[in-house]
Each structure stands twice: as structure tokens, then as C-alpha cells.
């Protein structure tokens, strides 16, 4: 072969990325392009084999140094334009993001806290980071109205085609499918569907205080964020499927939640960049397994339709809206982990922050003893003016957001101006949740757990409309009412009944759990070992 068909490889690179790939979105398309690339590979072989009358093993050499031209040139055109020539070439941020979205890999490796460092890298470069080649991360609480707000055109970007051609409330980008079923899902969540809900979580967290009195009673350190976990995973699975999981009777996980567990850290990484994360799921033994857990939601949602059930539960909503009977697995998916993991990660939270800041749980007690309560459950309608309780859901909240990096948007391609700077069309966006409720702009003291800001010392906050721990707008959570319920009721009646408060030589154990926690987009926390005592009733 003579330098001509060298050159004309490493054109074929340059072009292709020039009129190709630097147009468009083709992160779910990456299957297909290993594939055809695996296709003119091996054509390119036998040609020059067969063709060319090379040898077979000079075929191969010479389908591998034009296949690295054509890399080259690839690779060369691309970090040349996203250097000089890319349209977010004017926004700061680190050099190695710039080029390659694997930056944002190594910035999580080992333990997925990127959200940490991303706050360091707006105090080195501002309010405007370019975190990825087309992606802009914006700490500014104005951001918040402008990216998430009703009076703009921003959509959801790639990220959201992860169960494609899937679709859910959540996974989907196709904002006539949203509004649809977002209809069903407030329905879901309303005063009147929590109300007729009641007499079932009341079971389950009868369940919980039994496991908790039971700890508290042999002196045995319970975990907190194990039990939070089960708790909500039983709530769910109930609303959703009819029947409980049972986890925390049984102090076991069913073998999908198990798995869901254990495959936490993996899904995490896999979803920083979506290319990758569709390569993974495209082989076959991923494939093959993810398509087993849509079965198993699937054959439970079946077992649902058939039973007679009483009283109305997420089933009841959510089977009304028309796309339900052919994306209904993937809504089942959606309500078992939002519905649960959310939530337990943030009453986790709380029961760390009151066995470190004692004199609150002192406050909440004194807030709550009184009330009247069934077997221990008390009444949500009691605590929903409660403001030393409200105050401490809150200030938890937006120290440890259960979303901390936030969610991703794309400009439409006119572009828009967000926080006062014109952001160019078709540039992935993100608010980083957990930067912007900790900004001194936001919150005086901003680091610190004061939960009398939302109560009698509101000077501490200087903008409310940086607290956004469910999102804002139109994608917002559903859950949201379900998910205060929950944190209201739980804490109240844990509270009451028990003093909490860090083992005495598992300090290190615990300082784990809160330090350590990691972004897999859902949570994923660790043990949280505490020690429960019965409370007097001379307390």
C-alpha cells in the first residue's frame, strides 16, 4: 500500500468528524457505530486479502494501520475543534474536559464524589464550568428559574434515553409522553390517593417500630440506613404491586433489589457517560438481565391487574393514562426506586445529623411528645405545621440533596440566556444541586446545620429559590408530597419513642457514612450504626 491510501484514511477520520460526529447527538447510536465499525473492519480485511492479493497476515496489518489513520484523524479533528473552534470554547474549566468526556470519570474514580470537587472547580473558575466537551455546569441561583422555570424552551438531554426505546415519567425526553403521564402520577400523589394510602403505610411502619424496639430493647446497634432502605422498598412494592416485599420482616432483600444494590456503584459510573452506558447495556449478558428485571415488574403489575384490591394504591393512577399497558414495567421501575431509595437516604440523613447535633433531637421531642398516636404512628396531619420538625427535613435537605449533582438539560438551538450569560444552542446544562444550596450568595453560613433558618432566624437565607431538593418546574418530582409525608411521619415517631445517638466506638463508622456517600445518581450511602433507647415517660 503507498502513502495515497494512508492520506485518504486519515481524511476519511478528519471528515467524518468534521460532518459527522461533531453534529448531532450520537451517544445512543454507540452500539451501532462499534458495529458497523466491526463490519468495515472485516471488509476491509478481505479486500485487501482477497483484493489485493496480500497475504493474511499482511491483511491484517494493513487493515490495522488504516485503521488507526482513520482514528487519528477522528480523534485529531476532534480535540482540535473542541480546543479552538467549539462553541463553548469562551467558558472556563479544567483543559482535560474540554477534550474528553472521560475526565469526568477519572474525577469519580474511586468513590463517585464528583459532586464535592465539582463545588471546588466553580470557586476556582465561577459560576460557568465546562465539566465536558458540550456540557456547561452553572452554579447561580438564578440558574434554578432559568433552566428548570415554565418560560423556556430547555429540554431534557441524552441522559434520558437511557431506557430506550423504554420510556417512563422520568426517562423520557418526549415532553407530550411526559405531560401525559405526569397527569396520572400527581393523581398518584394528591391529598385525597395519600389519605386512602394511610392505613398501609401505618402497617409498615408498625413493622419499623417493632425492629426498632426490638434494638432498643437488647442493646443491639441497629442500622439505621438498612432498615430505612427496607421500609421503603416494602411501602412501594405495595402501592405498586399489591403486595409488600417484606425486606424489613424478614431483614432480607428480595434478589432484584440485592442486585440493585450490589450494582449500585456500576450503574454509577456507567451513567457518567451516556456512549458508554449504552455499549454496556448492549451486551448481552447486560442486556439479558436488564430485560429479566423489566420481566420480573412486568409479571408483578400482571399479578396486580388481577387481584381485587380494596382500596386504591399507585396501580390504581397510574394503569388510567394511555401509554400504560406498553411502558408500564419501566413506570413500575421508575416508582420502586424513586419512591424508595430517595426517601431512606434522607431519613438516614436526619437520624446522623440528630445523634451529631443532640440538642435538636431534645427540641423535636419536646415538639412531639405530646400528640396523640396509634400504637406509636402519629397522624401527618398533626405534624404539618410543626416547625422544629419541618426546619430539621428541610436543613437536611439542602445540605445532603439526594440528587447532589442535579439533572441534565440541553439549551434549545437558539440558545439562552441563564444567570445573566448566553449559553449557546444545544449545550448540555446542569445545575449542580448540591453547589447551589450550599452558596454563601443562598445561605449564610451556608456549611453549617442550622435548621432555625426556616424558622426564626430567616435572615440566614438570602435566596429561598436556590432550595430546590426536588427539582423545579415541569420535571419536578411527583413523589414529592408522598416523600414529605414520609419524612414527617417516620421522624416524628422514631423521636418520640427513642433517643438516638452514635455508638460509642463506631465513630469512625459513622463519620463513613456521612463522608463517604456516593453519586450513582441514586444515592448509594453505608452503614449507619446507631444506638436506640426507649424513651421514659418522665423525659
Not at 34 to 44: G, R, W
Not at 47 to 76: M, R
Not at 78 to 85: A, S
Not at 515 to 539: G, T, W, Y
Amino acid at each position: 500500500m503507498n502513502g495515497h491510501t494512508y492520506l485518504l484514511s486519515l481524511l476519511s477520520g478528519v471528515l467524518s468528524e468534521a460532518f459527522l460526529f461533531s453534529r448531532g447527538e450520537w451517544d445512543r447510536h454507540a452500539p451501532r457505530i462499534v458495529k458497523i465499525s466491526l463490519l468495515l473492519t472485516a471488509s476491509s480485511h478481505l479486500l485487501f486479502w482477497k483484493g489485493f492479493g496480500l497475504t493474511f497476515a499482511a491483511s491484517i496489518q494493513e487493515t490495522s494501520l488504516h485503521g488507526v489513520t482513520v482514528l487519528a484523524g477522528i480523534f485529531g479533528s476532534m480535540i482540535t475543534y473542541r480546543l479552538f473552534f467549539h462553541r463553548l470554547r469562551t467558558f472556563p474549566g479544567p483543559l482535560p474536559a474540554r477534550v474528553s468526556a472521560f475526565w469526568v470519570i477519572k474525577q469519580n474514580y474511586p468513590n463517585l464524589r464528583f459532586f464535592i470537587k465539582l463545588r471546588e472547580l466553580h470557586d476556582r473558575y465561577g459560576d460557568f464550568v465546562r465539566i465536558r466537551p458540550r456540557e456547561i455546569s452553572i452554579r447561580h441561583p438564578d440558574a434554578v428559574a432559568d433552566v428548570h422555570g415554565p418560560r423556556n424552551k430547555i429540554r431534557k438531554g441524552e441522559f434520558y434515553e437511557q431506557m430506550y426505546p423504554g420510556q417512563s415519567l422520568q426517562f423520557t425526553r418526549d415532553p407530550a409522553f411526559h405531560n401525559k403521564s405526569r397527569r396520572y402520577w400527581d393523581k398518584a400523589f394528591q391529598s385525597k390517593a395519600l389519605n386512602e394510602y394511610a392505613p398501609r403505610l401505618r402497617k409498615h411502619y408498625g413493622v419499623l417500630m417493632e425492629v426498632f424496639t426490638r434494638h432498643a430493647a437488647s442493646g443491639e446497634l441497629i442500622d439505621a440506613s438498612k432498615s430505612f432502605m427496607f421500609l421503603g422498598f416494602d411501602l412501594v412494592s405495595e402501592l405498586t404491586f399489591g403486595e409488600s416485599w417484606n425486606m424489613l420482616k424478614t431483614g432480607k432483600p428480595t434478589p432484584i433489589i440485592a442486585e440493585f444494590i450490589q450494582g449500585k456503584i456500576v450503574v454509577g459510573f456507567s451513567v457518567l457517560n451516556s456512549w458508554t452506558f449504552h455499549l454496556l447495556r448492549a451486551l448481552p449478558l447486560v442486556e439479558e438481565r436488564m430485560q429479566y428485571w423489566l420481566t420480573v415488574y412486568d409479571d408483578a403489575l400482571r399479578a396486580r391487574q388481577e387481584m381485587s384490591v380494596e382500596s386504591p394504591d399507585f396501580f390504581t393512577h397510574l394503569s388510567q393514562a394511555d401509554t400504560f399497558e406498553h411502558y408500564r414495567a419501566h413506570e413500575a421501575q421508575l416508582a420502586i426506586v424513586a419512591g424508595s431509595d430517595t426517601v431512606a437516604y434522607t431519613l438516614s440523613n436526619i437520624l446522623y445529623l440528630l445523634s451529631a447535633y443532640p440538642q435538636y433531637q431534645i427540641q423535636l421531642y419536646h415538639e412531639v411528645e405530646a400528640l396523640p398516636d396509634e400504637e406509636g404512628i402519629i397522624d401527618d396531619r398533626l405534624l404539618m405545621d410543626k416547625p422544629c420538625l419541618l426546619s430539621i427535613i428541610k436543613e437536611t435537605l439542602r445540605l445532603y440533596p439526594a440528587v447532589p449533582s442535579g439533572v441534565q438539560r440541553l439549551t434549545p438551538p437558539e440558545g439562552a440566556v441563564i444567570a445573566g450569560r448566553y449559553v449557546p444552542g444545544d449545550t448540555v446544562i446542569s445545575t449542580p444541586t448540591y453547589s447551589i444550596q450550599r452558596d454563601e450568595r443562598a445561605f449564610i453560613k451556608p456549611d453549617e446545620f442550622i435548621p432555625e433558618r426556616w424558622s426564626s432566624q430567616p435572615e440566614l437565607i438570602l435566596r429561598k429559590d436556590a432550595f430546590f431538593p426536588f427539582s423545579y418546574g415541569a420535571y419536578s418530582c411527583a413523589g414529592r408530597p408522598m416523600a414529605m409525608m414520609e419524612l414527617r411521619m417516620v421522624i416524628a415517631m422514631v423521636v418520640k419513642r427513642f433517643r438516638i445517638s452514635f455508638p460509642p466506638g463506631k465513630e469512625k463508622e459513622c463519620r463513613h457514612f456521612i463522608e463517604d456517600q456516593a453519586d450513582c445518581f441514586v444515592m448509594h450511602i453505608h452503614e449507619l450504626p446507631l444506638l436506640l433507647h426507649m424513651r421514659k415517660s418522665s423525659e
